[in-house]
């Protein structure tokens, strides 16, 4: 039981990271039916964008105030390439079927994450670390540092770090969606762009919106992940992209509060397979991507029902 | 030049247009004679009168350029129906970029331009004035027998031989190359040729020719292929880049099936390649391989092809469920579990079948009927290396392939892909059997990823499941998106750019990835249909473009010629 609860806990902790991704993935596809593969890319810029703004205005502070400052430096880097690449890729490709976005998409992802890899540490004026290889992620007080201990379970304090962000983002996402102009427009954008547009609604500026929002979650995740791993690289995006992904799919892609549930179910069922079934941590990800195939065949609408059930 | 009085369209601008671009060709070709820089660079350019490199395709732009020159007017009756306005407008263009760029390379490797002889110059004069002459001809009406042109059977024969031969040529060439500017030059100086002879709807015609001699056409590429590795002279290095293109290119080939045809995006695809590799690796008698029963090859490659194809069926089968995007998630997934399986596959976190992240290593030669791959032969005086034996027999399988692609293409089935794929509830009601159809392709692409896998195996020696990752699905998949989707010419194209490069650019490879991804983005904004385009697959990307439709259906012989 005491070994059930820690998986638990363990389970929540990074599923709480998958569900931060997953609404950017479904948030997309609610408005514009794309699959945004670089979403993945997206989370590990965020990583990199705190990890520069510490190493350019924080070096060597490690007190709790600096960590806003990383969130934001994560938000803007993450923002910014998404709404760039929603611009410069996806908007002329918007209405040409369905293969091209998806392949353009592919296209970015490998382009972003060789683009870190190649040109992190030539940035004219920094002396930003090669990220060839892992770069340490800097250790912030009282989110980082030893473990708590609460009766037989250990939790990591960056693992509260990261449940809290998820409780606070998915309020404000509440917030956002039901409770602003902006919100409501993308619900009608999601139910029905044509009649939206007769309505008097920016599609494009929702759309441009949904991928900033999306984004904007990933960063977060990105920063926390940075904080539990306590280093990043630049392929952290594809596995964790992919996840988020069969998280998105769990709970219904298309659905804000499906992918929070799918990314938590997944982290939790992910932990449990690793612990209760035989082979161990390698057979992880197999587990999560089997999970994903079945429940494409079986119940493509996910756990709380999609708006949209693909029939392209 | 009173022949110019015959035509009777032309206006006055459009004649001072040619005679400047003429005289622009004729620049380019006499500038090769001439000396091009004072340093004895690129296989020495500072001789007169003896052409090499630079000054050879120099030479080849300007012979172009004369040619689309006067085609309205002295060789009218061989080339009039040549679009000639838009294709020397292309052309002056691409002759500007070239000796812009040769310029420069001699700059760089001889210390700057003061290096550069009359030669250099003389081109970059006579490059200008085809610009110049190609932008007051651009707008230039198509002739009037632009569409109808079709020469006499031989001529449309020869040429489609010539055509086979050209490219062997060029093939050879360009991997004997070890300057990486003479390289990069040569391979601008086809494009160039190729994108003004495209503009001048050249390719149209041959498509036309090609279509009414396929067979002529097949064989002939064929015969060029074959005949490659005798050009090599035993050259270990080229025969196994060669190599190595050819399987990269019966793969992709295998992958045009589910992609170009049934419009089904696999993103999992290596993972057939793998299964096939596994099994050819695991029954090879190699010592690290855990099962110790040797079969012949060809039952080997028939095993690792079933075993693919029930993996296909495996990967398939949800496609009754799920289509478009879901699916191509799904065969991600299958792609990530294959390889994570072939991982962890190794005696400590499974049973032991694959060796785990070591692969499986030492796999013997392949030998059939006596046969050993492995030894050099000599034939007709030429010395066969290893890796021209499993060039030769990747190229009976890539025939076997490209049979298999076109026949089925031609076919009930094929039709029904093509149905599905424009319109699959359309034609589930037209009583397409879209499911069976849907399995039938993804089997029949792992089936033959699976052979090709298995004669993979024994040329590199060795399996590991990181040679089989999503990246290199993706490389695939930017093959057949490059090269153009559902059409065998354009995917060879596209896979032999592809591996090509690396090999040949040492300085390229560190950017591979990076102007990989690059190149699908601007593909898919550009030209989603690929280098060389399927017609149907280009209307079905374009259904808005009323222009293009309107083209397509004054010359319906073209359709999908180059197949």
């Known amino acids: 039981m005491d070994q059930f609860l820690q998986q638990l806990v363990n389970g929540l902790t990074i599923g709480s990271l998958y569900a931060l991704i997953a609404v950017g993935y479904t948030v997309v596809y609610g408005i514009v039916q794309l699959i945004n593969f670089a979403h993945g890319e997206i989370f590990m810029i965020g990583a990199f964008g705190a990890l520069s703004t510490y190493l350019i205005l924080f070096q060597g502070q490690t007190s709790l105030w600096v960590l806003p400052f990383l969130v934001l430096g994560a938000m803007a880097a993450s923002v910014g390439v998404a709404v760039l690449t929603e611009r410069v890729a996806y908007r002329p490709l918007r209405g040409a079927g369905r293969l091209a976005p998806l392949i353009t998409a592919i296209g970015i992802s490998v382009f972003l994450q060789e683009f870190v890899r190649l040109f992190y540490d030539k940035v004219p004026g920094l002396d930003f670390p090669s990220a060839k290889q892992k770069i340490p992620f800097p250790q912030i007080e009282v989110v980082t540092g030893p473990a708590i201990e609460l009766g037989p379970v250990t939790i990591q304090r960056a693992a509260v770090f990261t449940i809290g962000c998820l409780i606070m983002c998915g309020a404000a996402l509440w917030w956002f969606i039901n409770r602003t102009r902006t919100g409501r427009g993308m619900q009608a954008v999601s139910q029905d762009p044509d009649t939206a547009k007769l309505m008097g609604i920016n599609v494009d500026r929702v759309i441009v919106v949904a991928f900033a929002v999306g984004a904007a979650l990933a960063a977060i995740a990105g920063v926390a992940q940075g904080l539990l791993n306590t280093n990043i690289n630049f392929k952290m995006g594809f596995i964790a992209g992919l996840k988020a992904f069969t998280a998105a799919v769990l709970g219904g892609i298309g659905n804000v509060w499906g992918a929070i549930l799918g990314g938590l179910v997944l982290g939790v069922l992910e932990t449990l397979a690793v612990q209760f079934l035989p082979g161990g941590s390698p057979w992880k990800d197999v587990w999560a991507f089997a999970l994903l195939i079945l429940v494409l065949v079986f119940r493509p609408q996910g756990l709380l029902g999609a708006k949209v059930v693909d029939r392209a | ?563």
């Open chain 2, 1 to 563: 030049m009173s022949t110019i009085t015959s035509s009777s369209t032309t206006t006055g601008r459009e004649r001072l247009g040619l005679r400047l671009a003429l005289a622009g060709g004729a620049l380019l070709l006499v500038s090769g004679l001439l000396s091009w820089s004072f340093e004895p660079i690129f296989g020495d350019i500072s001789i007169r009168l003896w052409p090499v490199s630079l000054q050879v395709f120099a030479m080849l732009i300007g012979l172009t350029a004369v040619a689309l020159a006067l085609s309205p007017t002295v060789l009218r009756r061989a080339l009039g129906w040549v679009h000639a306005g838009p294709g020397l407008w292309a052309l002056g263009i691409g002759a500007t970029a070239y000796t812009a760029l040769s310029l420069a390379a001699i700059a760089v490797e001889a210390g700057g331009l003061i290096n550069a002889n009359e030669g250099a110059w003389i081109a970059l004069v006579g490059a200008l004035l085809l610009l110049g002459g190609g932008w007051m001809v651009r707008d230039r009406p198509r002739a009037p027998e632009a569409f109808s042109a079709q020469g006499p059977a031989t001529v449309e024969i020869v040429t489609i031989v010539a055509i086979c031969a050209l490219a062997l040529a060029a093939a050879a060439y360009a991997l004997g190359r070890d300057d990486a500017w003479v390289f990069v030059l040569f391979l601008l100086t086809l494009g160039v040729i190729g994108t003004a002879l495209a503009r001048a709807e050249v390719f149209e015609w041959l498509g036309g020719a090609a279509g009414r001699h396929q067979h002529v056409l097949t064989l002939g590429a064929f015969a060029a292929a074959f005949l490659f590795p005798f050009t090599q002279d035993g050259s270990e290095i080229n025969m196994s880049i060669a190599t190595l293109v050819l399987i990269f290119a019966a793969t992709a080939i295998g992958l045009n099936i589910v992609v170009g045809l049934a419009g089904l995006l696999d993103l999992g695809y290596i993972a057939f390649l793998g299964a096939g590799a596994y099994v050819g690796a695991i029954f090879s008698g190699s010592v690290s391989s855990s099962i110790g029963w040797t079969p012949p090859f060809l039952v080997t490659a028939l095993m690792g092809g079933l075993f693919a194809a029930l993996l296909g069926l495996i990967v398939g089968s949800p496609t009754l469920r799920v289509s478009g995007d879901y699916l191509a998630i799904v065969t991600l997934a299958f792609g990530e579990i294959f390889r994570l399986a072939m991982f962890n596959l190794d005696g400590n976190n499974g049973p032991d079948l694959t060796n785990g992240p070591n692969g499986i290593t030492a796999i013997p030669n392949l030998s059939i009927l006596g046969f050993d791959f492995g030894e050099s032969h000599t034939i007709a005086g030429v010395e066969l290396s290893r890796a021209a034996n499993y060039y030769l027999f990747m190229l009976f399988i890539t025939a076997l392939i490209v049979l298999i692609f076109a026949r089925l293409n031609n076919s009930r089935i094929g039709r029904g892909w093509v149905a599905i794929r424009e319109d699959e509830r359309a034609a589930e009601a037209m009583g397409v059997n879209v499911f069976g159809l849907k399995l039938l392709a993804f089997a029949g692409g792992a089936f033959l990823a699976g052979v090709a896998g298995t004669v993979k195996a024994h040329y590199d020696t060795s399996v590991t499941p990181d040679q089989y990752q999503f990246l290199e699905s993706a490389f695939l998949l930017a093959a057949v998106v490059l090269g153009g989707m559902g059409t065998i010419a354009g995917v060879i194209l596209g896979a032999v750019v592809l591996k090509l490069m690396p090999e040949k650019l040492r300085f390229f490879s560190e950017y591979r990835l990076l102007l990989f991804g690059l190149l699908l983005v601007i593909m898919m904004r550009f030209r989603p249909e690929g280098l060389v385009a399927n017609k149907r697959r280009q209307l079905e990307l374009h259904d808005d473009d009323q222009d293009r439709a309107a083209q397509t259906d004054r010359s319906p012989q073209t359709k999908e010629a180059l197949q």
